[in-house]
């Protein structure tokens, strides 16, 4: 069964249609890319699924069960995290306390006001974990916002990825990365997937068509074309765009 | 707000020197000049300005109408006083308990906005409670108050202590105080201090975390008025009596005032300095000038746009730069204490 589902979404603002019939799943394990022009409707399908933005129609499914409507935060502990195109980490906490508080077991004590947050060994532990996996475990103790940029993009992974996710849901994730950040975001992607699932919206094409299993191309609202990278590579529309020039 | 040090423990070595300072104030405050009521004033505002910061500082969400709480908890106090019984702890408790009713009563309206619409929302609900506070003569007494509210003694079964004296009610203010501040210490460095300060620096992606966002502003906004309830009951109860002023729209001005001049946004003691330097000023300036609000005015001015993190923002950052060697200190420090 599809670990994320979307059935014949809608969305409307006022009189425009922002999203039309768009269908999508995502299997477990599988890294999806979504590709398109700017303006196509890629970062309100995002929020769709994440439930930023209800749905004019159609159903949101997680594993089968059908979450449309649901407020953000009941998505997000059902499994689905996301990182922002413009990057929102809580620029004040220090790298390790970003994490620390993403993590389920910390927000499973969230109304808890009686003990301490600092120096519990357990969030720590777990916090450190996960910052050593994106690259960061050296600089757990500096505050986000004098992280430099690269770092600050793997700090919004980090987060995203402390919520022990089922689906990892990535909004351009190279934005502004020079081509170590690339390799290295590259690196860790696959070294993600399989692990869980993994939804990505990205302009660089070389980057997506080497990671993704399967890619939709959205444009005015609409999928246009879906396939593994080899046969979007035969698809009259992709030609046209960005690849035929990155080859 | 940063992370500060010791912020893991219940009590920090700031605290303790806190207390004793404060603890020797009625040895001295007459002859500097002040007297010994001022103290008791400063300390109930104190617990005020703490209460309202956790809301402002730690969960960045402005209440502009936080008089309301305060001056609910005032006539808590006395009607209980009056109509069920004079007992301290039950008086201090409807002080408490009323402010926090109310305070949920206005979030269960507010906690879905944000920014000026939230803003806006709780100077509207501040100035509903004051306009009823001031036309329900029969039971708040209208704008001539509620007066001949008793300093109650504190029971404690065996023995009876007296707070009709001046020290005597500094004292139990004084204590009053440090457990307000012990507890909101805690509570601003637990986790859910945490989600607070996370919330106040990107609701959405707080959201996106999986936090109800609503239900912890809901929580804040509630636990903020019931301790300001508190603080109310404890002022009612210093100046034998509860006016509808401290509701009104510029004494919640002044908590604002205070917290921001204090510098609440950067340090958790910030709004207990502001305290201070708004209260001795009122007295000091006060004494030369009818219009010492206009210099007060000048001040809070001069800190918004020169140093808009506050007077405890501005002595971190001498303190930084007082001695190379001591940031260097302080940098290892806090890297240990951080583990």
Redesign the interface.
């Given at each position: 069964m599809a670990v994320l589902e979307a059935c014949d979404i809608h969305v409307r603002f006022g009189d425009r249609v922002v999203l039309e019939e768009i269908s999508f799943a995502v299997e477990p394990g599988e890294m999806h890319g979504i590709m398109g022009p700017n303006g196509a409707g890629k970062t309100t399908f995002f929020n769709v699924l994440?439930g930023?933005v209800k749905p004019s129609r159609g159903e949101v499914r997680i594993e089968g069960e059908d979450v449309t409507g649901l407020?953000?935060?009941?998505i997000?502990?059902r499994g689905i995290?996301?990182s922002?195109q413009i990057m929102?980490?809580?620029?004040?906490?220090?790298a390790?306390?970003n994490v620390?508080?993403?993590l389920?077991e910390?927000?499973a004590?969230?109304?808890?006001?009686?003990?301490?947050?600092?120096?519990d060994r357990g969030f720590?532990s777990a916090a450190r974990a996960v910052l050593a996996e994106v690259g960061l475990a050296e600089k757990a103790?500096i505050?986000a916002k004098d992280l430099p940029y690269g770092d600050r993009r793997a700090l919004e992974i980090a987060?995203a990825l402390a919520?022990r996710p089922r689906v990892l849901c990535l909004d351009e994730p190279t934005s502004g990365l020079g081509s170590d950040g690339r390799a290295r975001l590259a690196i860790l992607i696959a070294r993600l997937k399989g692990r869980l699932s993994i939804v990505t919206i990205e302009h660089d094409m070389e980057f997506l068509f080497g990671l993704a299993d399967r890619i939709s191309v959205v444009h005015w609202g609409q999928v246009i074309a879906r396939g593994t990278p080899a046969e979007l590579r035969q698809n009259a529309w992709v030609q046209r765009s960005n690849l035929g020039r990155l080859q | 707000?940063?992370?500060p040090p010791h912020?893991?423990?219940?009590i920090t070595p700031a605290m303790l020197v806190l207390g004793l300072v404060l603890a020797t104030v009625p040895l001295w405050i007459s002859r500097v000049g002040l007297y010994p009521y001022l103290g008791v004033e400063i300390l109930i505002w104190s617990i005020y300005a703490l209460a309202f910061n956790l809301l402002l500082g730690t969960a960045g969400l402005p209440s502009f109408g936080h008089g309301a709480y305060f001056g609910i908890g005032a006539y808590a106090f006395g009607l209980t006083q009056f109509n069920v019984a004079p007992s301290l702890w039950l008086c201090l408790a409807a002080a408490l308990l009323a402010g926090g009713i109310a305070g949920a009563l206005v979030a269960l309206f507010i906690s879905h906005r944000r920014g000026i619409y939230y803003a806006f929302m709780t100077i509207a609900f501040g100035q509903i409670f004051w306009f009823v506070a001031i036309k329900s003569h029969g039971i708040t007494g209208g704008e001539d108050g509620l007066l001949k509210i008793r300093r109650l003694p504190v029971d404690l079964g065996l023995v009876s202590i007296d707070l009709s004296s001046n020290t005597a009610l500094y004292y139990f203010v004084l204590l009053a105080f440090m457990l307000a501040a012990v507890g909101l210490w805690?509570?601003t460095?637990?986790?859910?201090?945490?989600?607070l300060?996370?919330i106040r620096?990107?609701e959405?992606?707080a959201?996106?975390?999986?936090?109800?966002?609503r239900l912890?502003k809901f929580?804040v906004f509630t636990i903020s008025a019931a301790l300001s309830g508190f603080a109310g009951g404890l002022f009612a109860m210093a100046q034998n009596s509860a006016f509808p002023d401290v509701m009104s729209l510029h004494y919640s001005g002044y908590i604002v005032m205070m917290v921001l001049v204090g510098g609440g946004m950067v340090s958790f003691w910030g709004p207990v300095v502001g305290v201070v330097v708004f209260l001795v000023a009122r007295d000091v300036i006060g004494a030369y000038t009818t219009s010492w609000m206009l210099w007060f005015g000048l001040l809070f001015i001069a800190v918004v746009l020169f140093k808009p993190e506050g007077i405890a923002g501005a002595v971190q950052g001498w303190w930084r730069q007082l001695d190379p060697r001591r940031l260097r200190e302080g940098a290892r420090l806090?890297?240990v204490l951080?583990?």
């Open positions: 994440t930023r407020p953000s935060h009941r997000a502990a995290a996301r922002f929102t980490l809580f620029d004040e906490f220090t390790l306390e620390e508080v993403a389920p910390f927000r004590r969230g109304f808890d006001g009686r003990r301490a947050a600092v120096g720590e103790g505050v987060v919520q | 707000m940063k992370t912020a893991e423990k219940l805690r509570l460095h637990s986790p859910f201090g945490r989600v300060s996370a620096q990107s959405t992606r959201a996106h975390l999986g936090y109800p966002v912890y929580a806090s890297q951080r583990g």
